[in-house]
């Protein structure tokens, strides 16, 4: 992680404002946090000393079970919050956050504007809004999904975790998180090479027709954003 200052941090904070969020005087305590691909913003189990607000980038929230197994749960992408759990509950396991591409951080000090960020009636009515659609989304993602073909479903994931024109996830993470074979996996992937979307290279694919997986996710989001 590399914290930007200066210009390049000024820049942020004037493309990216976020101070309608909140009824009190922040953005000059912001930190602006950098990572690189596959880089932790939080580690499991250890709590934050940040409110993070996700200014570009994407990432994936990872959790450890009592057997040790250690599943993708779901990704957080752009205009979204890491931490906000931590924030509003004393008590609360914090899951392992994972950047998916190089993605940009504001950092909101909490040992100093804890208090504050819970005693605002402005950032608490924003954050209870995102609070309610994430639980929404995600109540009707794992309700609907499994109804879908297995195309439609990977060609979101890949949209989601391809960093930029490049997808490398693990075909074992993948498996477990959409809930399917080893075998179906590597068939529709095959698939998806022989239509020419992407292209293996190596260890990696690289996405060669992207509006044609958009139009294959379009099918699974449309009805999840109903």
Known sequence: ????????????????????????????????????RDEWIIREGMRPDYLFYVVEGKAKIYVTYQNGKSSLINFINAEEYIGEMELVNEIYYTKGIQTSTKTICYAIPLHKFRKQL???????????????????????KYSQSLSFPLENRL?????????????????????????????HLLHVLSQFCER????????????IEIRKLRELAGVFKNVLHK
């Open 196 to 207: 020419g979307y992407v292209k293996k290279e190596g260890n990696q694919y690289r996405i």
């Open 1 to 36: 992680m590399k914290k930007l200052n200066g210009q390049r941090k000024q820049r942020y904070l004037t493309q990216h404002p976020i101070s309608d969020l909140f009824s009190f005087p922040i953005e000059a305590s912001i930190e602006v946090h950098e990572y690189e």
């Open 118 to 140: 819970l005693e605002d009636p402005k950032f608490l009515r924003e954050l209870t809004k995102f609070l309610s659609i994430k639980a929404g989304v995600m109540a009707e």
């Open 155 to 183: 060609a979101d994931f890949i949209l989601q975790t391809a960093d930029g024109q490049v997808y490398k996830e693990k075909h074992v993470t993948v498996c477990d998180f959409l809930g399917v074979s080893y075998r």
